[in-house]
């Protein structure tokens, strides 16, 4: 099983991007997030999904601003990014794994990792 995720580009700060990641229903993980790396910083997390209930959990520096959701089908997880900052600036990647409550917004929650996607917000 491969992830795929697509969907980032060059925007304006306040803008909005839409993320996808293809593949995280085939997974059997009991979470799908993303994280993000910006230059020269560790990887953080950003969100993440339940895939079983559907719960999400945001980092506070993208609460309000950023969605995480799922297609009905839940073979793709999307990250819906609003009113985009210059410090949102990173490699987004989507993840999936067998991670509990505990460890759903570490790195270390998730074992399948996909290619990453590169946002970049102009000030």
């Known amino acids: 099983v491969q992830l795929q995720a697509s969907g980032g580009g060059l925007v304006q700060a306040g803008g909005s991007l839409r993320l996808s990641c293809v593949g995280s229903?085939?997974?059997?993980?009991?979470?799908v997030g993303w994280f993000r790396q910006a230059l020269g910083k560790e990887r953080e997390f950003v969100a993440t999904?339940?895939?079983?209930?559907?719960?999400?959990y945001y980092a506070d520096s993208v609460k309000g601003r950023f969605t995480i959701s799922r297609d009905n089908a839940k073979t793709t997880v999307y990250l819906q990014m609003n009113s985009l900052k210059p410090e949102d600036t990173a490699v987004y990647y989507c993840?999936?794994?067998?991670?509990?409550?505990?460890?759903?917004?570490?790195?270390?929650?998730?074992?399948?990792w996909g290619q990453g996607t590169l946002v970049t917000v102009s000030s």
């Open positions: 993840a999936a794994g067998r991670a509990i409550m505990s460890t759903s917004t570490t790195p270390q929650g998730y074992n399948l």
């Open positions: 229903g085939r997974t059997g993980s009991t979470y």
């Open positions: 999904i339940r895939w079983n209930g559907g719960h999400t």
